[in-house]
């Protein structure tokens, strides 16, 4: 079945430096990739999501590349704060036609953020 | 205020009793879903719900069973619970289908014992 993929289960960067997570799907009929935000003990939340029709957009710092043809997708996140710390998670779900409505969860990267 | 409830927070059992997870949202949302997160498996779908009445299963529905009869409201049975099934559970909401934002209520710890 559909596999989402987290390549990173861990990344540490410094405050204020980029941090980039990659995702890869394998069903070619995915075509809603949304990203959800985890802090310690608390639970998840959205945070930006991308569609199939476009390549790149951006919330903020956050930005979402998609490349349809490598099946991948990454998240962003500009100018890190210590408040960007926790463990991100990447989904992939399938257009409306067919939809069963499930999102299919990677295993989340955890970010550290240094100060 | 758009939000998801879960009742309760924290749950001891004994193996072999019966459990009951409640979940709320007041956002009139048509989709529920019943998630668990356990260590190194990320979150696994348990029970979907498109409406009142209207539940299909997940990818791990064995040993769970869910009711949805008011469609602000989804319940998660684990009929004689088992060690295996402690965990962190979270009940999320959308508002139809797979490409609409899921909002995730503040799960629940579950300690079967």
């Known amino acids: 079945g559909e596999k989402v993929e987290q390549h990173e289960s861990t990344l540490s960067v410094r405050e204020g430096d980029s941090a980039v997570i990659n995702c890869t799907y394998t069903?070619?009929?995915?075509?809603?990739f949304p990203w959800y935000k985890q802090e310690a003990g608390k639970s998840l939340h959205f945070v930006i999501d991308?569609?199939?029709?476009?390549d790149r957009k951006q919330s903020q710092r956050l930005i979402v590349l998609l490349d349809k043809k490598a099946k991948r997708f990454s998240l962003h996140i500009t100018a890190t704060q210590p408040e960007d710390s926790a463990i991100y998670f990447c989904a992939a779900s399938k257009g409306i036609t067919g939809n069963t409505g499930k999102l299919i969860f990677g295993l989340g990267t955890t970010l550290q953020v240094q100060p | 205020d758009m939000k998801v409830t879960q009742m309760p927070r924290y749950l001891i059992k004994r193996m072999g009793e019966n459990v009951l997870l409640e979940c709320g949202q007041d956002m009139s949302h048509e989709t529920m879903y019943w998630y668990r997160q356990d260590p190194g498996l990320g979150l696994q779908l348990i029970y979907i719900?498109?409406?009142?009445?209207?539940?299909s299963e997940g990818d791990i529905p064995k040993g769970y069973r869910v009711s949805r009869k008011k469609r602000e409201h989804f319940s998660l049975i684990l009929d004689s619970a088992k060690t295996n099934q402690t965990s962190v559970y979270f009940c999320a909401s959308s508002l139809g289908g797979g490409q609409d934002t899921q909002y995730f209520g503040p799960g629940t710890r579950l300690l079967v014992l």
């Open positions: 719900s498109y409406d009142v009445d209207s539940n």
């Open positions: 991308i569609r199939s029709n476009v």
């Open positions: 069903d070619t009929a995915s075509s809603y």
